[in-house]
């Protein structure tokens, strides 16, 4: 009996996951080396780890896209729109291979990251891209080097990021500062390089993500510095999600929806155990 017992924990502990909890890496995705995708198939954007991404491509007056793409290409040196894909860091967090990058761009299509069911999600991984990073850094007209000549100007490049739930209300706002200028001290001044973690569960249940960037760099035209961001390493839903329990007591409290029941795998297992 104890044997048939341990048989049963272990069976338990590799097929009852957690209900509702997701991770989007962007590895599930395909890329030929050194590429990005651009929605050049115009699909009007992708999908990751159980969450949808928006995508605009148009390619009336050559080629143009907007929202988010992913990629994994990793040029950290060319301060060029022709290096519009890279993530300064050269590759994905925690040495993954492909990464997101979105785009703030002109047809007012604002990158949204949209999820199969509204939950909470917990936190991502942003960074800089390469394009923005060094037009910030060494300027790249229009968009001037921050701090001025003095390197005193308080200048900043904000990521905002929206919650919204299914009634497209906005549940918060979460601020990441993609560089900032503003100290007093100009040595506190940076720009951020690496894959940093921007915490998301102040934004409550959500079934959508709204990104938008802000720059002190602005121009005739709008903002000077590239619109460009980095994401990875997506963690959204709960372990502590309601798990499959039903307090219907004419089912002595199990729900029979597998997709809403992690116990499910239990159920199943138990039966044969106790044939040993």
Request: aromatic share 14%; net charge negative; charged share 20%.
């Amino acid at each position: 009996m104890k044997r048939a017992y341990l048989v049963l924990c272990c069976v338990m502990f590799i097929f009852c996951g957690y209900a509702g909890a997701g991770e989007v890496s962007f590895e599930d995705l395909t890329l030929a080396p050194d590429s990005y995708y651009d929605g050049s198939d115009k699909a009007g954007g992708f999908e990751s780890g159980g969450a949808q991404f928006n995508n605009l491509f148009d390619d009336t007056y050559g080629v143009y896209w907007e929202g988010f793409s992913y990629s994994n290409t990793t040029d950290t040196t060319t301060n060029s729109y022709t290096n519009d894909s890279s993530a300064i860091v050269g590759y994905g967090e925690g040495n993954s291979t492909i990464y997101g990058v979105a785009y703030q761009g002109f047809m007012n299509s604002v990158p949204t990251i949209s999820f199969e069911n509204e939950g909470p999600v917990s936190s991502c991984y942003i960074t800089n891209t390469t394009y923005a990073y060094l037009a910030i850094q060494d300027g790249n007209s229009p968009a001037t080097i921050f701090g001025g000549a003095t390197g005193d100007e308080p200048d900043y490049f904000l990521l905002t990021i929206t919650g919204k739930d299914t009634a497209g209300k906005t549940t918060g706002t979460v601020e990441f500062y993609l560089a900032d200028y503003r100290f007093d001290d100009s040595a506190d001044d940076y720009i951020v390089e690496d894959w940093t973690e921007v915490a998301l569960s102040v934004l409550g249940d959500v079934k959508s993500l709204e990104f938008k960037l802000s720059s002190s760099d602005t121009g005739q035209y709008g903002m000077n510095t590239p619109a460009y961001f980095a994401i990875d390493s997506i963690q959204y839903g709960s372990a502590d999600d309601d798990a499959g329990v039903d307090d219907d007591d004419d089912n002595a409290g199990v729900d029979d929806d597998d997709d809403n029941n992690p116990l499910g795998c239990f159920i199943g297992v138990s039966g044969m155990g106790m044939q040993f």
